[in-house]
């Protein structure tokens, strides 16, 4: 099946340089939006949710914990998962420090399986609250 662009009558593909919605960084990735709604592209624009490398970097480190939100915060917010919709703050936790704070231990395991977890902002507060610095490697914007 073929794919098409519709191009924009002044801007025709109307490229964008994409950026890491983790940590604002250029990812190298180029969108070609066309019409765009009309609009010309931003210079630079999410794409995605896939981390750049820096990012991955950092996220092999531990388990990563995102805060996610139930319904979507602004339009054209999409899901990173059912019902989850990033917030753009995470935190990189210790793997050893899993247990201590996933709870029941199945859970615990499962997040550690995962190597990630989507939670709700009250509880990316309080894991914030309470993150001893050396297990945590937070993204604190």
């Known amino acids: 099946m073929a794919r098409s662009i519709t191009l924009h009558p002044e801007h025709g593909v109307n490229p964008t340089l994409g950026i890491c919605f983790w940590c604002r960084g250029e990812t190298g990735e180029i969108g070609l939006l066309g019409m765009n709604r009309g609009k010309e592209a931003k210079r630079h624009t999410i794409l995605n949710y896939e981390p750049c490398p820096k990012c ?24 990173i998962a059912r019902d989850r919709y990033p917030s753009g703050r995470y935190m990189v936790l210790d793997r050893a420090a899993v247990p201590r704070v996933v709870q029941p231990e199945q859970m615990a395991n499962d997040v550690l399986r995962a190597g990630k977890a989507y939670i709700e902002p009250r509880a990316f507060n309080l894991l914030m609250e309470w993150m001893p610095e050396e297990d945590s490697d937070a993204d604190r914007d």
């Open 56 to 79: 991955v970097s950092q996220w092999e480190q531990g388990v990563v914990f995102v805060e996610c939100h139930e319904s979507a915060q602004f339009d054209g917010h999409a899901p």
